[in-house]
């Protein structure tokens, strides 16, 4: 889970703005927090809300560059790719700084690091516990890295050990992190203790699932439900439920020459999956547009299938097959969040999707949330959005702590406050003192009468 995230000098982003799932004083839908770990209750959801260009998307994308830094690293001899803000000089000067602070197998955590394009200058991570926090290690880099790993070298007490984890960390580059080396190298199989560590790596890469508007998630469910008839079951009744006219999917073989994709690229796929010794590993996804390509290797040949939906023909137990193209960009949208939806209900995944609206009805992404956070009591899985739906924007659905919005300062900059911060009665309705420009977070909107274009006589 995600307790806590800070960001500064990154984007839009100039002094430091925080980020917080920890429940304020509410006693309100209780059901909305998580089971406590290390005596700590995480919120469920939140929704962030502001204008165009007011900077939710950088927040989530300041999100998403943290893990990418730490799963993919940074290419030998390269700069660090980020911007930091760029309107007002003394921040071009000054280091940029990320911090998570996550819960994972039964731990809360707090990791982060300081950069700049060149080099990452502070890097560390800390247990917290109820009433201290425990450093597993921290890194300062000037002219070279000095690491305080005293709390991993206790656990792992012989000396080749010992040596092995000072060699890793005195040969981590400067312009990479020491999470991102750790992973990289064959540290399990040579030391005895490092669970803190790959605690963390774990969550970034397996628990936190960073969503744009023109992702699509887990486009390998639709290639299982072949295999699967429960999670088939369960897509169907999916579909139905949020009123998509589909009765049922399938997988259509196609032909080679028939297929809308470049036969050079085709051929690649198919020389690659052949390569491949695994026969569980030969397959591969393909998607354009709103289409969806399953490529497999059978008997040395590549075999290709489209996903389709089914439509029940009236007056007949026959079906018709539709290429998902031929669907809306609101049923294709709804067909790519229902994976979404089925892992939500499964403990210790955290979803943050920038315009989850898009191309949907307001009554549909109200209903998705409410039905994760009706349904996910017993469930310790986050949903964070970031939204212009202002059918979200209620005391009904939502905690005060949950609401967060993003406002354009007068610098340009972006800045980051709660509607706990508002003294609000829990039965009032806020949607319309947002729009009205209360908790601000809305456009400011010029004055009509000095447009030139139509002042022309």
């Known amino acids: 889970m995600l307790i806590r995230f800070s960001v500064e000098n990154f984007l839009s982003i100039s002094a430091r703005q925080t980020f917080s799932l920890i429940p304020g004083k509410g006693i309100l839908k209780n059901d909305h927090k998580t089971t406590k770990i290390g005596g700590l209750a995480v919120l469920k959801s939140a929704v962030l809300f502001g204008a165009n260009a007011s900077g939710k998307s950088n927040i989530i994308k300041a999100i998403d560059?943290?893990?990418?830094?730490?799963?993919?690293?940074?290419?030998?001899?390269?700069?660090?790719?980020?911007?930091?803000?760029?309107?007002?000089?003394?921040?071009?000067?000054?280091?940029?700084?990320i911090e998570y602070e996550i819960q994972n197998n039964g731990k809360n955590y707090a990791y982060g690091f300081s950069f700049n394009n060149d080099i990452i200058k502070e890097e560390w991570l800390y247990e917290i516990g109820p009433k201290k926090e425990i450093k597993i290690f921290d890194r300062k880099v000037n002219e070279k890295s000095l690491f305080d790993l005293t709390n991993i070298l206790k656990k792992n007490k012989k000396d080749e050990e010992k040596q092995f984890l000072q060699f890793i960390a005195k040969g981590t580059p400067n312009n990479q992190l020491f999470l991102n080396e750790i992973r990289t190298r064959k540290v399990?199989?040579?030391?005895?203790?490092?669970?803190?560590?790959?605690?963390?790596?774990?969550?970034?890469?397996?628990?936190?699932?960073?969503?744009?508007?023109?992702?699509?998630y887990n486009?390998?469910?639709?290639?299982?439900?072949?295999?699967?008839?429960?999670?088939?079951?369960?897509?169907?009744?999916?579909?139905?439920?949020?009123?998509?006219?589909?009765?049922?999917?399938c997988l259509e073989k196609i032909d080679f020459e028939a297929v809308d994709i470049p036969k050079q690229l085709l051929e690649k796929i198919k020389e690659d999956l052949l390569s491949k010794k695994s026969e569980n590993v030969r397959a591969s996804i393909l998607s354009t547009e709103n289409t969806t390509y399953f490529l497999s290797i059978k008997n040395n040949d590549i075999v290709i299938e489209k996903f389709m939906t089914k439509h029940k023909i009236k007056n007949t137990e026959t079906y018709e097959n539709f290429d998902t193209s031929d669907e809306s960009d609101g049923t294709n949208r709804i067909m790519d969040f229902i994976p979404l939806l089925m892992d939500l209900m499964n403990s210790h995944n955290v979803f943050i999707i920038d315009e989850m609206e898009r191309s949907l009805h307001p009554n549909l992404i109200y209903d998705l949330l409410d039905l994760f956070l009706t349904k996910?009591?017993?469930?310790?899985?986050?949903?964070?959005?970031?939204?212009?739906?202002?059918?979200?924007?209620?005391?009904?659905?939502?905690?005060?702590?949950?609401?967060?919005?993003?406002?354009?300062?007068?610098?340009?900059?972006?800045?980051?406050?709660?509607?706990?911060?508002?003294?609000?009665?829990?039965d009032k309705e806020i949607r319309k003192d947002y729009l009205l420009g209360r908790f601000k977070g809305i456009p400011r909107i010029g004055n009509r009468n000095k447009l030139t274009i139509f002042n022309q006589s």
Not at 75 to 87: E, W
């Open 65 to 97: 560059f943290g893990k990418r830094l730490i799963l993919k690293g940074t290419p030998p001899d390269a700069n660090i790719n980020y911007q930091k803000f760029r309107l007002d000089n003394s921040f071009k000067i000054n280091d940029s700084r």
């Open 376 to 426: 996910s009591k017993n469930v310790n899985s986050q949903l964070i959005l970031a939204s212009h739906e202002t059918t979200l924007l209620t005391q009904k659905l939502l905690r005060k702590d949950e609401i967060w919005f993003v406002v354009k300062d007068i610098d340009g900059s972006s800045k980051l406050h709660s509607l706990e911060e508002y003294n609000i009665r829990f």
């Open 188 to 216: 399990k199989e040579n030391v005895t203790d490092v669970t803190d560590i790959f605690n963390v790596i774990d969550w970034f890469r397996n628990s936190l699932k960073v969503i744009f508007p023109d992702d699509k």
């Open 219 to 249: 486009e390998g469910l639709k290639f299982e439900l072949k295999q699967d008839e429960k999670l088939l079951i369960s897509f169907k009744e999916l579909l139905s439920y949020f009123d998509t006219g589909i009765d049922d999917v």
